[in-house]
């Protein structure tokens, strides 16, 4: 009898491997007390074929970037139906991203933690993808916006920087709450979100209703 012929692992499968055994090693032990002896021992394969596949551990770290923050935006965008009003769009977009984070840890490490520290090119990998979810989150503020402004006739009067500022807040407390929600046991995706819809929302809800806070008379230094 001849010998069994082994059946040859296709390279995006073996490439597929590689990067998750990455993103792991990145995403638990760091940037810089990752080896590629880990990654290709996590992965099954020898070190040169990691080389040969994903090239330098810069190289192989960027290639992990690009493909955890394409993977959360693409979740965030799948979870929100635009027929749905704005509110729910908003909370669709939160539970969305909390359930996509809470899922994959450590490529939210990567992401959140490893990426914007150290250095370039690798923060501006991350820059990049904040940028589109503080970019789609405005649309979402402006969509309410617009809609209250119909239903009631009414001018919520949000500048763009209103709608900018608004967003890179309710970004940034996503993320934070994200790192915070990763490393408390029991904390689901659902709760995370209702957590965060909560403390954005009333006040969102209240400038959709022209309604502001203000300082007390006199405090203003203008």
Wanted: charged share 25%; with cysteine.
């Amino acid at each position: 009898m001849g010998a069994t012929k082994v059946k040859r692992m296709p390279r995006e499968v073996r490439e597929r491997q590689m990067m998750d055994a990455a993103v792991q090693t990145f995403g638990q032990r760091g940037y810089q007390a990752a080896s590629m002896d880990e990654i290709a021992e996590l992965a099954g394969v020898s070190k040169p074929l990691v080389y040969l596949y994903l090239n330098s551990k810069e190289e192989l770290f960027t290639a992990c970037i690009r493909r955890e923050a394409q993977a959360l935006l693409a979740a965030v965008a799948a979870g929100v139906d635009a027929r749905l009003p704005a509110e729910e769009q908003l909370w669709a977009g939160l539970l969305a991203f909390f359930t996509h984070t809470a899922e994959h840890p450590d490529g939210w490490a990567v992401l959140s933690r490893q990426a914007p520290t150290q250095g370039e090119p690798f923060a501006s990998e991350a820059g990049r993808m904040r940028g589109e979810i503080v970019a789609y989150v405005g649309t979402l503020i402006g969509a309410a916006a617009e809609a209250t402004h119909r239903e009631t006739h009414r001018d919520p009067e949000l500048a763009e920087r209103d709608v900018a500022g608004l967003s890179q807040a309710l970004v940034g407390a996503a993320e934070s709450v994200a790192t915070w929600a990763n490393e408390t046991p029991g904390m689901t995706a659902w709760e995370s979100a209702a957590t965060l819809m909560n403390f954005s929302w009333a006040g969102l809800g209240n400038l959709m209703k022209s309604e502001r806070w203000s300082p007390r008379a006199g405090s203003d230094p203008r």
